[in-house]
């Protein structure tokens, strides 16, 4: 079973296998077109390999055309290029179902942040520890098999890519893996995986005094309109110059500028500049840059003039970093750890013939600095 089931131009009983084929035969074109950081690969080009071209050819399902699509985006090492449809044992969506954020240091995979309230940070896995194994596979063994798998080679970011989404596993298994905290015993756990997590009754997002602040923790709900009323009903119990917290470090999923300018209309009082776009597709087509600033526009009857602090840290992705970089231009203190570093604003491009959904960045973002926003580093580094 597909999930979510693949929406088909056609209906699915006219597709033939050579539709299937020709839908992953044209992914690299898609990506060669739309993608905006293509500058990452040799040539300007998708990393395409021999190995996954014959792949393309021999798809004759949905099923596998899901699947294909999975293991063609793999090859750009970008957690922002995803699917729109997936299968039971597809691999886990990274930063979103992920709670351990692994980094290749020397020779050594190690656990950079541990997302809080799941189960990595339940078993006792702490920053520092070591990753040895998953699924009983050593570390270097396996990520070396995933781009083996793929007809590549890794080495540099691509192998913490790697590493990132083999220790968050498949969505219908639970994960084998060994930690080792400095010169201690190796730790053998057995992890589920956080589609399992029942998060229906869990709000949009809280708020609590602490100290003389009110802080307010979004609950990864960028993504949903109502978010920005439940801010607002944070925010009428704020008093006259009251410190604001806002908690982004559990906004992994992104979301629309349209709850993120929400916010952030709260905290000023003229046009703003928040957030600096590219087009690099509209470049390639006509020669012709195009580029733009968008704004933050006060929101009437729904100011605050008391300092603000922006937390973020690993798991604050997508639309939780352009909130980030947005609070910091207009002149809030942001402080933790790098973000996800996920890349640019995605578009969703349907395959011609079954109606698959591929999603890739397709817009560059930028600091109205002009920083790339996954370069961007919070000015104030406090440990996550």
């Known amino acids: 079973m597909l999930v979510p089931a693949a929406f088909a131009l056609v209906a699915a ?4 296998p050579a539709d299937f084929a020709a839908d992953a035969r044209s992914i690299e074109t898609i990506v060669n077109k739309q993608y905006a950081y293509l500058d990452r690969f040799p040539g300007g080009r998708m990393p395409m390999t021999d190995k996954l071209r ?3 050819n021999a798809v004759s399902t949905g099923r596998e055309l899901v699947r294909y699509s999975e293991r063609a985006l793999a090859l750009l090492a970008d957690h922002h290029a995803i ?3 997936s299968t039971k044992e597809s691999r886990a969506v990274v930063p979103s179902y992920s709670d351990l954020w692994v980094e290749r240091q020397g020779n050594a995979y190690v656990v950079e942040q541990v997302r809080a ?8 896995i702490h920053a520092g520890d070591r990753l040895i194994s998953v699924d009983g596979v050593p570390m270097a063994e396996a990520v070396a098999g995933f781009w083996a798998d793929l007809g590549t080679t890794g080495g540099g970011e691509r192998d913490g890519y790697a590493a990132r989404v083999l220790a968050a596993g498949r969505r219908d298994r639970p994960r084998q893996i060994i930690v080792r905290c400095g010169n201690g015993a190796p730790r053998s756990l057995t992890l589920p995986n956080l589609y399992i997590r029942d998060l229906a009754d869990r709000p949009l997002l809280s708020a609590a005094e602490e100290g003389k602040s009110l802080v307010i923790r979004i609950h990864d709900s960028l993504g949903n309109d109502d978010t920005v009323a439940a801010f607002d009903s944070a925010m009428a119990r704020a008093q006259p110059g009251q410190p604001i917290v806002i908690d982004l470090t559990d906004t992994a999923s992104g979301g629309n500028t349209t709850v993120a300018r929400g916010i952030m209309g709260w905290f000023v009082d003229t046009p703003s500049f928040y957030q600096m776009h590219r087009l690099p597709v509209e470049e390639r087509e006509t020669g012709i840059a195009r580029q733009w600033v968008e704004q933050v526009l006060p929101r009437a009857g729904k100011h605050h003039r008391g300092p603000v602090t922006v937390r973020v840290g690993r798991w604050t992705g997508s639309m939780g970093e352009g909130l980030a970089i947005g609070f910091d231009a207009i002149g809030a203190r942001v402080e933790g750890s790098r973000m996800a570093g996920l890349l640019g604003a995605i578009y ?8 698959q959904v591929i999603k890739i960045p397709t817009e560059r973002l930028y600091a109205v600095d002009g920083t790339p926003r996954e370069r961007f580093v919070p000015r104030y580094s406090i440990r996550p």
């Not at 309230?117 to 006792?124: F, N, R, V």
């Open 348 to 355: 969703d491009h349907r395959l011609e013939r079954s109606g």
């Open 13 to 16: 009983d006219e597709l033939k």
């Open 117 to 124: 309230d799941t189960p990595a940070s339940q078993a006792g």
């Open 54 to 56: 014959a792949e393309a």
């Open 83 to 85: 699917t729109g449809s």
